[in-house]
């Protein structure tokens, strides 16, 4: 299969390598494709390798089906529209779309600064969840480059990983050649004083409460709450940070190969206004 449905000209043919490229080699999806359709078997095959067409409402149905980002949804059904004209000047009308939605992605990437940080508008999505800072992370891992390597990996819905992937490109964070993804030019910086930063800390702070339910031997929790002078508080801020700085040295030599999360805390319960 083609790395992007943009590499597309005949929805058909797409159909037919998404469903060529499926871990059961396609078996039975016809059927299920069909029940979504509501139509026999038949038909889809009709569809597939014959003369017949989605119309407008099953190509609508597909897109749910296959999971397809918004942009991805769109430029679907322009190729439905695309195959299914009637008039050659109807046909060029939708071939003009096509090549237009093409170029636009294609300028986009393109105006893309390598120097370029993340904006505050960005900055929102980017932290409004837990999954946007993970999907862009595990771009660096080679075998998790793919929208589906993704959604298995992070047990996340396709279509939801489509959509982050689509803001990680367009944002500058992802590059996609071929279907596949790697981290972009973009950079991130977010200070302590930014409006995000508590956003930041608390989506990774809910993962780690999740991960308590699974009780994996590799992984570790610990919390304590101490009695300790005031004097002392500095000492041990002072050995948090500097296990923190071993960590980063530990992870910046390291292969990617698979994606974690760690959290610190040290804040005082309670305590005079």
Known sequence: MKGSILEYLDYKKYLNDWINQRSSGGRGER?????????????????????????????????SYLQHS???????????????????????????KIRAEIERKNVLKNRLDYSRVLSKV????????????????????????????IARYLRLPPKR?????????????????????????????????SSMISKHHSNWRLQAIQSLEKERPDELH???????AQEDVAEVRKIIISAIEQIRSVVKSS??????CYSMDLFELGGAD
């Open 31 to 63: 059927s299920r494709i069909a029940e979504i359709l509501r139509c026999n078997v038949a038909y889809v095959s009709r569809v597939l390798n014959g003369g017949a067409h989605l119309s407008s409402e099953q190509a609508h149905a597909m897109n």
């Open 255 to 260: 292969r990617d190969e698979r994606l974690y």
């Open 122 to 149: 960005d900055q929102t999505t980017y932290f409004s969840a837990w999954y946007y800072a993970a999907i862009h992370l595990l771009l660096a891992i080679p075998e998790l480059q793919t929208k589906e390597n």
């Open 161 to 193: 990983v489509g959509q982050v992937l689509e803001f990680l490109v367009t944002s500058g964070l992802a590059i996609e050649r071929k279907g596949s993804f790697k981290t972009g030019p973009t950079s991130i910086h977010l200070g302590n004083d």
């Open 222 to 228: 610990y919390s304590s709450a101490v009695t300790v």
């Open 70 to 96: 918004s942009d991805e949804a769109d430029f679907f059904l322009l190729l439905v529209h695309y195959s299914r004209a009637g008039t050659v000047d109807l046909q060029n009308y939708y071939l003009t």
